[in-house]
């Protein structure tokens, strides 16, 4: 099992960033391909990005490149998700989510999300 747990979300401004956080802990966090998902009131949870193993292959949802930046520090078990520009559309829960690699049509873990609001 693994344990996934988000933090970093708010209410912030268009324009401004916010960086979340997920800590990992249970099984080897290098074991797995790290993801964060986003579910916007009313619209199905889509991808937003993930990262390999040990970082050195990331891929993102085309709207959010050059925006956003995922990373991971295996020393510390955590996946980070560096958010800059923020847009009134980027309102969502965001999750975090492990699984076999970076293009896992299925995640194996997922934490309980958190708020990320933005204002225009």
């Known amino acids: 099992q693994v344990q996934l747990v988000e933090s970093g979300g708010g209410l912030v401004q268009a324009g401004g960033s916010l960086r979340l956080s997920c800590a990992a802990s249970?099984?080897?966090?290098?074991?797995?391909?790290m993801g964060w998902f986003r579910q916007a009131p009313g619209k199905e949870r889509e991808f937003v990005t993930a990262?390999?193993?040990?970082?050195?292959?990331?891929y993102y949802l085309d709207s959010v490149k050059g925006r956003f930046t995922i990373s991971r520090d295996n020393a510390v078990n955590t996946v980070y998700l560096q958010i800059d520009s923020l847009k009134p559309e980027d309102t969502a829960v965001y999750y975090c989510?492990?699984?076999?690699?970076?293009?896992?049509?299925?995640?194996?873990?997922w934490g309980q999300g958190t708020q990320v609001t933005v204002s225009s």
């Open positions: 249970g099984r080897t966090f290098s074991n797995y391909a």
């Open positions: 990262i390999s193993r040990y970082g050195s292959t990331t």
């Open positions: 989510a492990a699984g076999p690699s970076i293009r896992s049509k299925s995640w194996d873990y």
